[in-house]
């Protein structure tokens, strides 16, 4: 049972070059979405989608495109890397699609991404 | 600013209770979680209140709620070496918002 599966782990990008970071779920979950965590400022939303098909913009999504052609993946594109990007990745998932029912967000173990 | 908010740091003794404190912002919120980071791993989730209890009790972890106050606790008994970790205090309005989470150290 693998849950939320994020590759690579480890990433180092010059600024300017552009990567996808994957992210997939194997327990059939509608909701997914994509967080960074900053020290000092917690886990903030990026993108999120509430099935496949649908994707929308969480609290800071400049500098990061998203879709979701399949229920189970989610890739979290950069197109133009830059230092301020330099973060932990996480992708997470729920069984409901609807944000404020009471299923809790499954988490990968990270992405940690830096740009220089 | 943060629309919840978390002290940084807490450090106990092995066996002690720990008090984690957490303040949210938005009244709305129909349920309150906590969740459990260790190193190099993504947050499990430990426990979440309903927006009308005051109370939660699950073995170790005991969950308060003060509604007129916006405070959310998370407290500890017997604190192992174990539970060091980064814990964050979440409410769940239209989106999953976090505070920035407090680091718990247990020392022997």
């Known amino acids: 049972n693998a849950g939320v599966t994020q590759t690579p782990k480890f990433q180092v990008l010059k600024t300017g070059q552009s990567m996808t970071l994957q992210c997939a779920q194997d327990m059939n979950h509608e909701y997914m979405s994509w967080y960074r965590q900053d020290p000092g400022m917690g886990l903030r939303l990026i993108h999120y989608s509430v099935g496949a098909g649908i994707t929308d913009q969480g609290e800071v999504p400049n500098g990061y495109n998203v879709s979701r052609s399949t229920t189970e993946d989610f890739p979290l594109r950069l197109l133009s890397a830059a230092p301020s990007q330099t973060s932990v990745y996480f992708c997470?998932?729920?069984?409901?699609?609807?944000?404020?029912?009471?299923?809790?967000?499954?988490f990968g173990n990270g992405t940690r991404l830096t740009v220089t | 600013g943060e629309d919840v908010e978390q002290s940084l740091f807490l450090s106990v003794r092995e066996g002690d209770s720990s008090v984690i404190n957490c303040t949210y912002t938005d009244s709305s919120s129909t349920y309150l979680y906590w969740y459990k980071q260790e190193p190099g791993a993504g947050l499990q989730l430990l426990t979440y209140i309903f927006s009308n209890m005051d109370m939660k009790q699950d073995q170790r972890l005991t969950v308060l709620l003060n509604k007129k106050d916006k405070h959310l606790s998370l407290r500890i008994a017997d604190t192992q070496t174990g539970d060091s970790a980064i814990y964050f205090c979440a409410e769940s309005v239209n989106d999953m918002r976090f505070g920035a989470g407090t680091r718990l150290t247990v020392k022997p």
């Open positions: 997470a998932s729920k069984g409901s699609a609807d944000r404020d029912y009471n299923s809790p967000l499954h």
